[in-house]
């Protein structure tokens, strides 16, 4: 029992250095593998209590009965009536389960429901950055939905049941591909065998423009920009949304790293044309000139795909963000 009760003790240390060095920036965390780890650990903890510790507190706690009983009727058979003592407050101490146990396998029900919700149902995300904002803002709580593109592996991200094909106009969160362990979002708005085209600010969708409708302008709130910027309405096949836009065009878009079928881009001064390669995806930030996106960094591979965002279902700044994302 004390092997158990250091062996916990130390499990227990460890996640504590591990979560807190992710949360100090030491490394990047990967929750999924962490939650697995944590299931198959609690699993572990809960079967040995089930088939091992419990049995034999039980029958320790019986024994002890047992051996009352008994010596109660011995003495009963001497004439003795009244016996001191009650054994029930010890059997009870004997069936109490130890804080090692209660800790791991009494928590393995509730961290298996959230495996399974996290990696297979619902995900919820924080957005780190300006990238897509009219439509998400720095702060916003979202839930993104993982069966929607298809029932997928959880930690090796492989697909193994499909459902929906990603469409254009939809807001997806991916794994970056120049560092899977980093999940991005942004808006799909090429498919495969698609050629994107982004020149002087105008949108191209195999040779036709994207049309554009002016909104007014939007007060764009990043820290690292806080001015106010022309708001247009973008529509990607059945999605209507909102997309900003500098004033004047920014500095030319250029590769920022050689990816997987950059022969199938062209960089010049107006901007970048890309031929999406089957399997891949090209994705765009709507907050346009402020998002590093698939014009910078090259396609999304669909075994990158984590999901489909949804809802924001909080902002503690501000309540009226609370909805459906278009």
Known sequence: MKAMSALTGLLYAALIAYLGGWY???????????????????????????????????????????????????????????????????????????????????????????FLLRSFMFEPFKIPSGSMVPTLLIGDLILVNKFH???????????IIANNDVQRGDVVVFRYPQNPSVD????????????VAYLNQKLYINGKQIETKSEGEFFDEDPGSMRYRPRFTEKLGATEHQILVYPVPPNPIVKLYDFPYNENCKYTLEGVTCKVPAGHYFMMGDNRDNSQDSRFWGFVPDENIVGRAVLVWMNFGNLKRVGGIK
């Open 149 to 159: 593109y298809g029932i997928r592996l959880p930690v090796i991200n492989k697909k």
């Open 24 to 114: 100090q920036g030491y490394w990047n965390g990967n929750f999924s593998l962490l939650l697995l780890i944590l299931t198959t650990v609690t699993l572990a903890y809960w079967l040995a209590e089930r088939f091992h510790f419990q049995p034999a507190r039980e029958r320790a706690a019986q024994h002890l009965s047992t051996s009352d009983t008994q010596r109660r009727a011995a003495l009963a058979a001497q004439g003795i009536q009244r016996v001191d003592g009650d054994v029930e407050g010890a059997r009870q101490e004997i069936l109490r389960q130890p804080w090692w146990l209660d800790w791991t396998a009494g928590l393995f029900p509730v961290i298996l429901i959230v």
């Open 184 to 195: 991005y979002i942004k808006r799909a708005v090429g498919l495969p065998g698609d050629e």
